[in-house]
């Protein structure tokens, strides 16, 4: 009979330890830790992200039953107190950071884009956390209340988040976006709010595409109509000059009905040779950006927190992107039609269970040894 690793080990397993410990250098703080390390606050926090544990105390009553395997994830129990103290002061820029390792490190094993188009596709869009203002103060939204926002730039190869700042509530989309530095070639989609015509112009400069919908009262003049063909939807199809002060901005319009609802859409985009159909298609692709919001609200701890300061409120945020990381890159190597929601309902159940992640996938599939050699492909 063979031995296997718990599930849960094999989550971590992914993380270069290597990495981590260069990282955690990088953004300690004042005082380096002695005894409870960033890999120990990591590993609980990954731990109540994925077994959907409700609060501090339940996160800590979770790994001390299982105190018995905690050696094997390279970590101990851990008291309350010191938990939430670690939240609350190592600063959450090295979650931050090891977030965006991740994501390198797992795009390779991502598969492709729906499209046959080369450019990269993102999708971007930002989602608003309700806080409680009595408890969150340092999030005041509004008069009564409190919130955070997650701007989300969605790669579409794998559907992996490649960039996600989070700020509050009050902090205009339109003011991150101008940030983003954004790959020569890709395609960028997203909705209305993120219309601003001196950032349409820096992404031209840049030799970044968009796609948007128009806004309905929108000024432009027509310079050019191309033939359509109505019958896949498309009722229009122009080059036209949107006014913007004394600066001439040109860009095409696509006219697209829906033939399903009988709805019709104008889109806007500065791509001038794709079809006119398939920028359509594009821009019904943005709701995969929705479906990901809903999915880390519902699977995901981040609506309820670990602690109420900032840095414990964005290190349990960025630690919950890990999970998604790290949940998207078992579901690549699973190669079956598996949701990820299904996914994580799986791990949850059986999170400190001693069996290899795929035998959970398909236990009826035999398997005469347990084979890490893809579990550690992230290693070097």
Same mark, same amino acid.
């Given at each position: 009979?063979?031995?296997?690793?718990?599930?849960?080990?094999?989550?971590?397993?992914?993380?270069?330890?290597?990495? %981590?410990?260069?990282?955690?250098?990088?953004?300690?703080?004042?005082?380096?830790?002695?005894?409870?390390?960033?890999?120990?606050?990591?590993?609980?926090?990954? +731990?109540?992200?994925?077994?959907?544990?409700?609060?501090?105390?339940?996160?800590?009553?979770?790994?001390?039953?299982?105190?018995?395997?905690?050696?094997?994830?390279?970590?101990?129990?851990?008291?309350?107190?010191?938990?939430?103290?670690?939240?609350?002061?190592?600063?959450?820029?090295?979650? @931050?950071? /090891?977030?965006?390792?991740?994501?390198?490190?797992?795009?390779?094993?991502?598969?492709?884009?729906?499209?046959?188009?080369?450019?990269?596709?993102?999708?971007?869009?930002?989602?608003?956390?309700?806080?409680?203002?009595?408890?969150?103060?340092?999030?005041?939204?509004?008069?009564?209340?409190?919130?955070?926002?997650?701007?989300?730039?969605?790669?579409? $190869?794998?559907?992996?988040?490649?960039?996600?700042?989070?700020?509050?509530?009050?902090?205009?989309?339109?003011?991150?976006?101008?940030?983003? *530095?954004?790959?020569?070639?890709?395609?960028?989609? %997203?909705?209305?709010?993120?219309? $601003?015509?001196?950032? %349409?112009? *820096?992404?031209?400069?840049?030799?970044?595409?968009?796609?948007?919908? /128009?806004?309905?009262?929108?000024? =432009?003049?027509?310079?050019?109509?191309?033939?359509? $063909?109505?019958?896949?939807?498309?009722?229009?199809?122009?080059?036209?000059?949107?006014?913007?002060?004394?600066?001439?901005?040109?860009?095409?319009?696509?006219?697209?009905? #829906?033939? @399903?609802?009988?709805?019709? =859409?104008?889109?806007?985009?500065?791509?001038?040779? /794709?079809?006119?159909?398939?920028?359509? #298609?594009?821009?019904? @692709?943005?709701?995969?950006?929705?479906? =990901?919001?809903?999915?880390?609200?519902?699977?995901?701890?981040?609506?309820?927190?670990?602690?109420?300061?900032?840095?414990?409120?964005?290190? *349990?945020?960025?630690?919950?992107?890990?999970?998604?990381?790290?949940?998207?890159?078992?579901?690549?190597?699973?190669?079956?039609?598996?949701?990820? +929601?299904?996914?994580?309902?799986?791990?949850?159940?059986?999170?400190?269970?001693?069996?290899?992640?795929?035998?959970?996938?398909?236990?009826?599939?035999?398997?005469?040894?347990?084979?890490?050699? #893809?579990?550690?492909?992230? /290693?070097?």
């Amino acid at each position: 009979m063979h031995t296997f690793t718990t599930v849960f080990a094999q989550f971590l397993s992914v993380v270069p330890r290597y990495l %981590f410990v260069k990282l955690s250098k990088e953004h300690r703080g004042k005082r380096s830790p002695r005894t409870f390390l960033y890999w120990d606050q990591f590993v609980h926090l990954l +731990h109540a992200q994925l077994a959907g544990c409700k609060s501090l105390r339940d996160g800590i009553m979770g790994m001390n039953a299982a105190a018995k395997r905690l050696y094997h994830l390279g970590t101990k129990p851990v008291s309350k107190s010191t938990f939430a103290d670690a939240n609350n002061m190592r600063p959450y820029t090295f979650f @931050e950071a /090891l977030f965006g390792e991740l994501y390198r490190r797992c795009l390779p094993k991502a598969p492709g884009k729906k499209f046959s188009f080369k450019n990269k596709l993102f999708s971007l869009d930002a989602s608003v956390v309700d806080l409680c203002l009595t408890l969150f103060p340092w999030a005041k939204f509004r008069t009564t209340k409190a919130g955070i926002k997650l701007h989300t730039l969605l790669d579409h $190869d794998g559907y992996l988040p490649a960039v996600v700042t989070v700020t509050e509530a009050k902090c205009h989309e339109v003011n991150m976006a101008k940030l983003l *530095q954004l790959p020569k070639g890709s395609i960028v989609v %997203f909705d209305r709010g993120y219309v $601003d015509h001196a950032w %349409f112009r *820096q992404l031209c400069k840049t030799d970044v595409f968009l796609v948007t919908r /128009l806004k309905s009262n929108a000024r =432009f003049i027509v310079l050019e109509r191309n033939e359509v $063909d109505r019958t896949t939807g498309v009722t229009s199809d122009q080059t036209i000059q949107v006014a913007d002060g004394e600066k001439a901005l040109v860009l095409r319009r696509v006219g697209y009905r #829906d033939q @399903e609802t009988g709805k019709r =859409f104008e889109f806007l985009t500065n791509h001038m040779t /794709l079809s006119a159909r398939t920028i359509a #298609d594009i821009y019904k @692709e943005r709701w995969q950006v929705e479906i =990901f919001f809903r999915f880390i609200k519902q699977n995901l701890k981040i609506k309820t927190f670990l602690g109420n300061s900032k840095n414990a409120v964005l290190s *349990q945020v960025y630690v919950a992107l890990i999970a998604y990381l790290l949940l998207a890159y078992q579901k690549f190597l699973s190669k079956i039609g598996l949701s990820l +929601h299904y996914l994580a309902r799986l791990v949850q159940r059986n999170l400190m269970q001693q069996c290899e992640i795929l035998d959970l996938v398909d236990p009826r599939q035999k398997r005469s040894k347990f084979n890490d050699s #893809d579990q550690l492909t992230l /290693l070097p």
